[in-house]
């Protein structure tokens, strides 16, 4: 239901892009959650948009390099990612909690909805 896309393989220092679509329920009506999933590691929340005041919160480790933004007309979300470092490198995933405003925290069990990832690969 959620389509995450814009991966790639990025030199550090790059960016990258990462738009996110729904099919079969209004994205527009609710807040549009990022996260990422490393090889052996849990799947961390990484940036969360909402949808009424289009508010945003980051993890400490993508602020000053991540944005995040939507687009309720085309009810689609993106995720900028600048300044890109090898330990960025993971599957990113967009979903949503079908709340309108976004949680004080970024938690992978509050979500209802996930995309399938896109992968991002950051070396050299």
């Known amino acids: 239901q959620l389509q995450a896309s814009g991966g790639g393989l990025v030199q550090p220092g790059g960016s990258l892009r990462l738009s996110c679509a729904a099919s079969?329920?209004?994205?527009?009506?609710?807040?549009i959650y990022w996260f990422r999933q490393a090889p052996g590691k849990e799947r961390e929340g990484v940036a969360c948009?909402?949808?009424?005041?289009?508010?945003?919160k980051f993890v400490d480790s993508v602020k000053g390099r991540f944005t995040i933004s939507r687009d309720n007309a085309k009810k689609t979300g993106s995720l900028q990612l600048n300044s890109l470092k090898p330990e960025d490198t993971a599957v990113y995933y967009c979903a949503t909690d079908l709340n309108a405003l976004c949680r004080a925290r970024l938690r992978r069990d509050d979500m209802i909805h996930w995309g399938e990832g896109t992968q991002v690969t950051v070396s050299s």
């Open positions: 948009i909402s949808s009424i005041d289009s508010s945003t």
């Open positions: 079969e329920f209004r994205l527009d009506f609710y807040a």
